[in-house]
C-alpha cells in the first residue's frame, strides 16, 4: 500500500526550486539521485499491464528506478540479497557490532566521503579480525558481513558500520571450529582502541598523500599542522564500540539484515505530513528510554531534502561488503570447511534463489497469478482494458 506522503512527492513539488537555488552546489549523484527518486514507478520510465489469470482483474505497473537511495526499490532488492545470503548462515549463535566514527572524524568523512568510508571499513574489519585472531581472545579466524549507514535518526550525518559476526571461528591450522561465549564475542574496549589507533594512523597517511580535500570553514586543515591540531582530541576520546548479545537463531539474523542492509536515509514510513510548513516525520532519540524515544520532528523542506542528500553515495561505492571466512575469494571453500568442523551438511543448491526480475505480486482481487499482457515504453501510457460490450460482439455469430 502507498504511503501517504513519499520522498517522491517532496522531490517532485519542491526538488525543481531546490535545484535552482543550489545550482553548482549539488553533485552529479545527488541530481541523479532526485531525478530518479522523482520519476520512480512513473510514466517517465515505462511499465506495463498485469491481468489475473483466474478473475481478469487487471493493473497498471510503472518500472522501478531501482537507485539504492530510492526508498521504494530497496524491497526487492533486500529480498534477493538475503535469500542469496541464507546458504551461508551457519548453525551458530550471531553477534551486532558497531564501529562508529567520533564528530570530528565524521566532519573530514563528509568532505571526503569515497576515501574515508572505505578507510572506515578497512580499519573496523582489521581491528576485528586481528582481536578475534589473537589466541588470549578468540583465537580463531572469523566472518563478517559489513554495511554501511551513513545516518542518525534525524537524518544527520553520523557515519557507521554495522557487522554482522558468527559466535566463532575456524583454528588457524583448519583443524576445528572455535566457539565464543554464549553471549560475549569479543572485548570493546580492546576493538575501540585498535580500530582508533588504524584508523587515525591511515588518515593521517590519507593526508600526507594529498588524497584528503578540504572547504569552506574546514579549509585550515589542509594544513598538516593544523590537520594533527584537530585529531589531537580524538586520539584520547573513547571511540565507541557497541557489540549486542548473539541473536535468536538464523532467522533473526535474517530479519534483521532485511532492515539494515537495503536501508536509505529514511523511509516513506517515518514520513506523517508534507505541507507549506515543511516535512514532519518521525524519529528515535536515542538519548531517551522507553516510550519517550519515539519523537517527531518537522524541517523545512529544504533543509530536508539537504539532510537527505547528504547521504548520497559516491558512484561505485560498495556499502556491503565481506571480509574473513566471509571474503568473496574463500567464501566458498571456507564455509565448507566451516559446516565440516560444525558436523552440519551444505545447503541445497538452489539455482532459482532470488527473486526473478518478473516477480508479480498476487492479485489484489482474488490471490491468483497476474501475467504481463502489455508493454510500453518510457513515457507511454498504456492502452485501456476490453470493454465487455466490444468483446461480445466480437463472440457473436
Same mark, same amino acid.
Not at 519523537?295 to 560498495?318: N, S, Y
Given at each position: 500500500?502507498?504511503?501517504?506522503?513519499?520522498?517522491?512527492?517532496?522531490?517532485?513539488?519542491?526538488?525543481?526550486?531546490?535545484?535552482?537555488?543550489?545550482?553548482?552546489?549539488?553533485?552529479?549523484?545527488?541530481?541523479?539521485?532526485?531525478?530518479?527518486? =522523482?520519476?520512480?514507478?512513473?510514466?517517465?520510465?515505462?511499465?506495463?499491464?498485469?491481468?489475473?489469470?483466474?478473475?481478469?482483474?487487471?493493473?497498471?505497473?510503472?518500472?522501478?528506478? $531501482?537507485?539504492?537511495?530510492?526508498?521504494?526499490?530497496?524491497?526487492?532488492?533486500?529480498?534477493?540479497?538475503?535469500?542469496?545470503?541464507?546458504?551461508?548462515?551457519?548453525?551458530?549463535?550471531?553477534?551486532?557490532?558497531?564501529?562508529?566514527?567520533?564528530?570530528?572524524v565524521a566532519d573530514i568523512a563528509f568532505q571526503n566521503k569515497e576515501a574515508v568510508y572505505d578507510l572506515l571499513f578497512k580499519a573496523a574489519s582489521e581491528a576485528i579480525l586481528?582481536?578475534?585472531?589473537?589466541?588470549?581472545?578468540?583465537?580463531?579466524?572469523?566472518?563478517?558481513?559489513?554495511?554501511?549507514?551513513?545516518?542518525?535518526?534525524?537524518?544527520?550525518?553520523?557515519?557507521?558500520?554495522?557487522?554482522?559476526?558468527?559466535?566463532?571461528?575456524?583454528?588457524?591450522?583448519?583443524?576445528?571450529?572455535?566457539?565464543?561465549?554464549?553471549?560475549?564475542?569479543?572485548?570493546?574496549?580492546?576493538?575501540?582502541?585498535?580500530?582508533?589507533?588504524?584508523?587515525?594512523?591511515?588518515?593521517?597517511?590519507?593526508?600526507?598523500?594529498?588524497?584528503?580535500?578540504?572547504?569552506?570553514?574546514?579549509?585550515?586543515?589542509?594544513?598538516?599542522?593544523?590537520?594533527?591540531?584537530?585529531?589531537?582530541?580524538?586520539?584520547?576520546?573513547?571511540?565507541?564500540?557497541?557489540?549486542?548479545?548473539?541473536?535468536?537463531?538464523?532467522?533473526?539474523?535474517?530479519?534483521?539484515?532485511?532492515?539494515?542492509?537495503?536501508?536509505?536515509?529514511?523511509?516513506?514510513?517515518?514520513?506523517?505530513?508534507?505541507?507549506?510548513?515543511?516535512?514532519?516525520?518521525?524519529?528515535?532519540?536515542?538519548?531517551?528510554?522507553?516510550?519517550?524515544?519515539?519523537?517527531?520532528?518537522?524541517?523545512?523542506?529544504? %533543509?530536508?531534502?539537504?539532510?537527505?542528500?547528504?547521504?548520497?553515495?559516491?558512484?561505485?561505492?560498495?556499502?556491503?561488503?565481506?571480509?574473513?571466512?566471509?571474503?568473496?575469494?574463500?567464501?566458498?571453500?571456507?564455509?565448507? $570447511?566451516?559446516?565440516?568442523?560444525?558436523?552440519?551438511?551444505?545447503?541445497?543448491?538452489?539455482?532459482?534463489?532470488?527473486?526473478?526480475?518478473?516477480?508479480?505480486?498476487?492479485?489484489?482481487?482474488?490471490?491468483?497469478?497476474?501475467?504481463?499482457? =502489455?508493454?510500453? %515504453?518510457?513515457?507511454?501510457?498504456?492502452?485501456?482494458?476490453?470493454?465487455?460490450?466490444?468483446?461480445?460482439?466480437?463472440?457473436?455469430?
Amino acid at each position: 500500500m502507498r504511503a501517504s506522503v513519499e520522498v517522491a512527492d517532496i522531490f517532485r513539488l519542491a526538488g525543481s526550486a531546490y535545484r535552482s537555488d543550489h545550482a553548482g552546489h549539488l553533485s552529479l549523484q545527488q541530481l541523479k539521485v532526485m531525478s530518479a527518486i =522523482e520519476q520512480c514507478r512513473t510514466a517517465a520510465l515505462g511499465g506495463h499491464v498485469e491481468a489475473c489469470e483466474d478473475c481478469g482483474q487487471w493493473r497498471i505497473a510503472y518500472n522501478s528506478c $531501482r537507485n539504492r537511495h530510492c526508498p521504494k526499490c530497496q524491497g526487492a532488492a533486500a529480498r534477493t540479497w538475503l535469500a542469496e545470503r541464507e546458504a551461508d548462515l551457519l548453525p551458530v549463535g550471531y553477534f551486532h557490532v558497531v564501529f562508529t566514527l567520533p564528530a570530528e572524524v565524521a566532519d573530514i568523512a563528509f568532505q571526503n566521503k569515497e576515501a574515508v568510508y572505505d578507510l572506515l571499513f578497512k580499519a573496523a574489519s582489521e581491528a576485528i579480525l586481528t582481536i578475534a585472531a589473537d589466541p588470549k581472545h578468540l583465537g580463531a579466524r572469523i566472518g563478517i558481513t559489513a554495511v554501511l549507514h551513513t545516518w542518525g535518526s534525524a537524518m544527520t550525518h553520523h557515519p557507521h558500520v554495522h557487522m554482522i559476526v558468527p559466535g566463532g571461528g575456524i583454528a588457524p591450522d583448519g583443524s576445528r571450529w572455535i566457539s565464543s561465549r554464549p553471549a560475549f564475542l569479543l572485548p570493546v574496549r580492546a576493538l575501540g582502541k585498535l580500530f582508533r589507533r588504524l584508523f587515525l594512523t591511515r588518515l593521517r597517511a590519507l593526508h600526507d598523500a594529498g588524497r584528503l580535500a578540504f572547504f569552506g570553514s574546514m579549509a585550515h586543515l589542509a594544513e598538516p599542522r593544523a590537520f594533527l591540531r584537530h585529531l589531537s582530541t580524538v586520539r584520547k576520546k573513547r571511540w565507541v564500540v557497541y557489540a549486542k548479545a548473539p541473536f535468536a537463531g538464523p532467522q533473526a539474523v535474517l530479519a534483521y539484515l532485511s532492515r539494515y542492509t537495503h536501508r536509505v536515509a529514511i523511509s516513506n514510513r517515518r514520513l506523517i505530513l508534507f505541507d507549506k510548513s515543511g516535512v514532519t516525520f518521525r524519529y528515535k532519540d536515542y538519548r531517551r528510554d522507553g516510550a519517550d524515544r519515539q519523537q517527531v520532528m518537522t524541517l523545512a523542506t529544504d %533543509e530536508f531534502i539537504r539532510r537527505f542528500l547528504l547521504h548520497v553515495l559516491p558512484r561505485g561505492f560498495h556499502r556491503i561488503r565481506h571480509y574473513g571466512l566471509l571474503a568473496g575469494s574463500v567464501r566458498r571453500v571456507s564455509l565448507a $570447511r566451516a559446516r565440516e568442523l560444525l558436523g552440519v551438511a551444505a545447503p541445497p543448491n538452489d539455482d532459482t534463489l532470488g527473486e526473478p526480475e518478473d516477480f508479480q505480486p498476487a492479485c489484489p482481487c482474488c490471490g491468483g497469478r497476474m501475467i504481463v499482457i =502489455e508493454t510500453f %515504453e518510457r513515457w507511454k501510457q498504456p492502452r485501456g482494458p476490453p470493454h465487455a460490450t466490444a468483446a461480445n460482439r466480437e463472440n457473436a455469430p
